[in-house]
């Protein structure tokens, strides 16, 4: 739709500015309706184990993704190797990205837990004005 409507004189002063976050705008409805109906294709969908997994892995794929979609010969190959190549970059980079999430994020949190002051012993007033006896003076 944004694609003819670039194309058209007529709208193209209003959409080339904006198209993009036109279509950000509409990524993010379809999304935050999928999240939130809880029914039909789309939520089903975003609810798959695989996908849910993904999901959880997003920040460590992130991380890891570079070094596998680097082009290769920013490494000094003549000719890029396999695991630089779709689609084994993609493989590669997610199973990178789940290591990393088991063997450095998971552990981390939980170390972080066992640091983090427990706000369970606090008394109800004071978990709700927003106030902390740490922070008082």
Partial sequence: CIWVLERRSTFAL?????GVTIQAT???YLIASYALVKSGAGYRLLNLRTVSYIGVLSYSWYMWQQPFFAPGN????AEPPIILT?????????ALAAISYHALEMPLVSLRKR???AVDGLPKNLLHSGSHPAVAS
Avoid: T
């Fill in 86 to 94: 779709f689609p084994f970059n993609i493989l590669a980079s997610l």
């Fill in 26 to 28: 509409a990524a993010a």
């Fill in 14 to 18: 209003f959409v080339v500015p904006l």
């Fill in 115 to 117: 640091f983090r002051p």
């Fill in 74 to 77: 920013i490494y000094g190959y």
